[in-house]
């Protein structure tokens, strides 16, 4: 599998994730502005490189609450409300886009923002012209920013989590890589926080059920909604839409150029293209309760 890793570097298209709680400090709930920093460089580096990127970016509602001043953990009857969770996305988003447009600037780096729900990827005309967009903004030389329309997308039509997110983006913009940065190191054979016997897996060829089976009950961080069953939910669109994809700790953002260098970090799930693979047909039947 060496050759596959050092084939990382002939890759065109490429989506990074990132979620909320890699992007702020964990005692405060405030945005990690230096952290924030190193990732937009190391974005700005893959383009120098010759990469179409794509950032995929939580922390919309995490940084609207932490804006008002409403407590991160709140349970029970005092969890956010619905409106309450969409009023600090509508806060936090804008907040968060100011910051990566000043942070792209640095480099001068053309970014925009777009902002999806399901109905993005279910409804034919949405789903044109949301990849026409992209295609747009790619030849024009801007790194997209990502996220759900938290704001508008109520249970119905919400995707949910931005793993998957982020592999639908993958698959309608056919990037031949994803990257989920997270707050864990890869694949486990078993949950390394439970089981210190635990071993990350470095390379997935299939996603057998034997797989699959190990992201069940996973619940992931307190602050994103993303755990390992969303990553393998990702893993299974991005790679059967024709990109191989990585999840690897986000801890030292460096880790993005490593990875394309042939870094041996993180587990990589190979792609494995299907022709005929039904993006909205996989979206209508996800239930991940
Ligand atoms: N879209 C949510 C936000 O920006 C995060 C979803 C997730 O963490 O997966 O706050």
Redesign the pocket.
């Given at each position: 599998m060496k050759n596959k890793r050092e084939d990382l570097k002939f890759k065109k298209r490429i989506v990074v994730k990132i979620?909320?709680s890699s992007l702020q400090h964990a005692q405060t709930g405030g945005m990690d502005y230096a952290r924030m920093e190193k990732l937009v460089r190391e974005l700005c580096n893959l383009k120098n490189r010759g990469m179409d990127v794509i950032l995929v970016s939580?922390?919309?509602?995490?940084a609207g609450r932490n804006a008002v001043n409403m407590k991160a953990h709140r349970t029970g009857c005092g969890a956010m409300t619905m409106a309450e969770k969409q009023a600090c996305?509508a806060i936090?988003q804008a907040r968060l886009m100011m910051t990566y447009q000043k942070l792209f600037g640095e480099y001068n780096q053309l970014t925009a923002q777009i902002l999806m729900t399901k109905n993005t990827v279910l409804d034919d005309t949405n789903r044109i012209n949301a990849i026409n967009t992209f295609t747009e903004l790619m030849d024009m030389g801007a790194i997209p920013v990502v996220?759900?329309n938290?704001t508008v997308a109520t249970h119905e039509i919400e995707i949910g989590?931005?793993?998957t997110l982020s592999a639908i983006v993958s698959a309608m913009v056919g990037a031949d890589l994803l990257i989920l940065l997270s707050d864990i190191k890869g694949l486990y054979t078993d949950d390394p926080r439970k089981n210190p016997d635990a071993k990350l897996l470095d390379t997935v060829e299939d996603l057998t059920d034997e797989i699959l089976e190990m992201g069940k009950g996973s619940t992931g961080s307190s602050v994103?909604?993303?755990g390992m069953n969303t990553k393998l939910t990702a893993a299974q669109i991005a790679t059967r839409s024709g990109a191989d994809m990585i999840i690897c700790s986000s801890e030292d953002l460096g880790i993005l150029n490593r990875l394309i260098d042939g870094s041996n970090e993180g587990t990589i799930f190979l792609s494995d293209p299907e022709d005929d693979f039904d993006l909205p047909g996989f979206i209508r039947n996800i239930h991940h309760d």
């Open positions: 979620g909320s939580s922390g919309a509602i995490a996305s936090g996220n759900e938290d989590d931005n793993d994103g909604t993303g």
